[in-house]
């Protein structure tokens, strides 16, 4: 098992950034990408952005230019820097984690509301 905690999430007016950060515990050797996805209220969970454990990141264009992926694999934590925030950036904010064995994680959750 692995368990994952966010952290980093509040409210934010448009144009400020935000770092989360994910935590991970337990057997986490054999996870190989990590990633961030949201969900904003009626709307479906959706990738945001991801990292392999050789550091390839990938992150959505809806956000590319805003918003970094990036991982301290001594400290098993994950962040997503993000920065000029829009208010549709709004949503839940998820971890993830997906081993070798087809497993899927997810942390709690951390709220982002982006409103002036």
């Known amino acids: 098992q692995v368990q994952l905690v966010e952290s980093g999430g509040g409210l934010v007016q448009p144009g400020g950034s935000l770092r989360l950060s994910c935590a991970a515990s337990?057997?986490?050797?054999?996870?190989?990408?990590m990633g961030w996805y949201r969900q904003a209220p009626g709307t479906q969970r959706d990738l945001v952005a991801s990292?392999?454990?050789?550091?390839?990141?990938y992150v959505v264009d809806s956000v590319k230019g805003r918003f970094t992926i990036s991982r301290d694999s001594n400290k098993n934590l994950v962040y997503l820097q993000m920065n000029s925030l829009k208010p549709e950036d709004t949503a839940v904010y998820y971890c993830?984690?997906?081993?070798?064995?087809?497993?899927?994680?997810w942390g709690q959750g951390t709220q982002v509301t982006v409103s002036s």
């Open positions: 990292i392999t454990r050789d550091s390839i990141m």
């Open positions: 337990g057997s986490i050797a054999n996870i190989y990408i």
């Open positions: 993830n984690a997906k081993n070798i064995y087809g497993n899927n994680f």
